[in-house]
């Protein structure tokens, strides 16, 4: 009798995300986005709110590197920061830092990537997985639809591009293969699935405050 092996995590995610990441597509926010009927300056609310997810994750970081299943995770030609002040500069003009503030929603999301940072750095990983290979992969496509719609390229979207990574695709399929080779135990694989749920589910709590803030009502 054959002992049956536990899937790998590549495979757990992609359960976990599966009824979330349907929901994800079902908000106001995202559908008039995806159908290229975002007003800009309702993208610029969007990158603002984005600014303080990408401050938690990029000024706790040092606190991951400690731990050495966690920390190759963190490459630097994801980091996001640098060009997201610029897309803010843009948006805002030199004095940004003190126009720009976060909703309650964001600023739920951000302690708690913090949490995690201090706490719990498997469950780091996992966001750190939905929101920046969700933004090199799959984000790419906000970034055609404000293109293609709106005109929008260059400055006030920057944040989009990452320029040390030439094959976006590979660096994903790389991403997910650490993933999958990482020795984290099962029980720990299973929280971590379930991580990048909850993180979906912090997403669609922003874009429903986006919604309200910039759309008015339905």
């Known amino acids: ?94 004095d940004w830092a003190e126009r720009v503030a976060p909703y309650e929603a964001t600023e739920q999301h951000c302690a708690w990537i913090r949490k995690l940072a201090a706490d719990w750095p498997g469950g780091y990983v996992a966001q750190h997985h939905v929101r920046y290979v969700g933004d090199l992969a799959g984000g790419q496509v906000f970034r055609n639809k404000m293109a293609e719609h709106q005109g929008l390229v260059g400055p006030g979207i920057e944040f989009y591009d990452f320029p040390e990574i030439a094959d976006a695709e590979g660096f994903r399929r790389h991403y997910i293969s650490m993933l999958d080779a990482a020795p984290w135990e099962v029980g720990e694989q299973r929280r971590i699935a379930a991580e990048t749920a909850h993180a979906f589910e912090q997403t669609i709590a922003l874009f429903d405050a986006l919604g309200e803030r910039t759309l008015g009502g339905a």
């Open 1 to 94: 009798m054959t002992t049956p092996t536990n899937p790998p995590l590549s495979a757990m995610i992609h359960e976990a995300l599966a009824d979330v990441h349907r929901r994800s597509g079902r908000g106001r926010f995202l559908r008039t986005l995806l159908a290229g009927d975002l007003p800009v300056a309702a993208f610029q609310e969007f990158v603002t709110q984005r600014y303080f997810i990408f401050r938690a994750f990029e000024e706790t970081a040092d606190q991951v590197r400690t731990d050495p299943i966690a920390a190759p995770f963190l490459f630097p030609e994801l980091e996001r920061l640098a060009p997201i002040r610029r897309d803010l500069a843009h948006y805002h003009g030199p």
